[in-house]
């Protein structure tokens, strides 16, 4: 596993952590001014979050993902639930991606714009992904390449995007409520199919997604041979070369599933 923030003195908003039978990652969510709505913030969020998963992952095994998801979105909401607004639109949320070992399957959940790629042994990668957010943000980009960053109609806009967040047609997050856990794309196969899964960040998939410097083939490849840190300097190499501003990026690395 890596995980790099975006820049040196900010907070790491993405989490990734495993147990031996589970792997999962979260890509915290939040805007400007989110302090004043939450006296926590995004990567207390993302990393209570994981952690409330993790420990689920650990001691119930006879539950679905999304139940557990679920379960852990109410854990967290309850634990700021007295101190912070947690039902106003831009209090912190999360993407989610988890992975499981369970009875020869590999079980996969993922909610928001994370990724999972299962790296199958007969068969190209198998890329898991939610595009609704992606999808409805398009009709925003234009006003926000318009206004200036951090003024207050960029934040306007933002807003005005988020506003779609955890409703009927719109995109999907963890955040306040759990009902948004029967909202994320799930999944299973067998491990005999599998040699190997990644859980990757938006920060870290755009590797494949933005920049096009790979496809999912060569992104297990280098993987495979390299590690999760390669495959975050190319990224940074490519958002210094097209001056994108960074993002925090995060991948976690499953090897050896077809002899779990």
């Known amino acids: 596993m890596t995980s790099v923030a ?5 907070a790491n908003e993405d989490f990734t952590g495993a147990v031996p039978t ?15 709505i ?20 650990s001691l119930v095994r006879d539950r679905s993902l999304s139940a557990l998801l679920a379960e852990a979105i109410e854990q967290v909401t309850d634990d700021h639930r007295d101190t912070c607004d947690v039902a106003d639109p831009i209090s912190p949320s999360a993407t989610v ?3 499981r070992l369970s009875d020869g399957l ?44 951090g003024s207050d109609e960029y ?57 096009r410097l790979a496809d999912w083939p060569g992104v297990m490849a280098v993987l ?7 495959i975050i300097h190319r990224v940074r190499q490519a ?3 097209h001056a994108v501003a960074a993002d925090d990026a995060t991948i976690a690395h499953c090897t050896d599933l077809g002899e779990a």
Request: hydrophobic fraction near 45%; aromatic fraction near 4%; charged fraction near 25%.
């Open 97 to 99: 991606a988890i992975l």
């Open 224 to 230: 495979a041979s390299s590690g999760p840190a390669e």
């Open 22 to 36: 589970a792997a999962v990652l979260i890509d915290g969510a939040g805007i400007p001014g989110i302090e004043s």
């Open 6 to 10: 975006a820049r040196t003195g900010r």
């Open 155 to 211: 934040h306007q806009v933002l807003r005005d995007l988020r506003a779609n967040r955890n409703q009927p047609g719109g995109f999907w997050l963890a955040k306040d409520d759990p009902r948004a856990a029967d909202e994320a794309i799930t999944g299973s196969c067998p491990t005999s199919e599998l040699t190997g899964a990644a859980l990757l960040s938006n920060g870290a998939s755009r590797i494949v997604d933005r920049f």
């Open 106 to 149: 590999i079980e996969h959940l993922v909610l928001g714009d994370s990724v999972l790629v299962l790296d199958r042994a007969d068969a190209a990668p198998l890329v898991v992904s939610d595009p609704r957010e992606v999808i409805i943000s398009r009709s925003y980009r234009s006003a926000l390449e318009a206004a200036a960053e």
């Open 239 to 241: 958002e210094a070369r």
């Open 38 to 57: 939450c006296r926590h913030g995004v990567a207390w969020y993302a990393s209570r979050l994981g952690g409330s998963l993790l420990s689920l992952l």
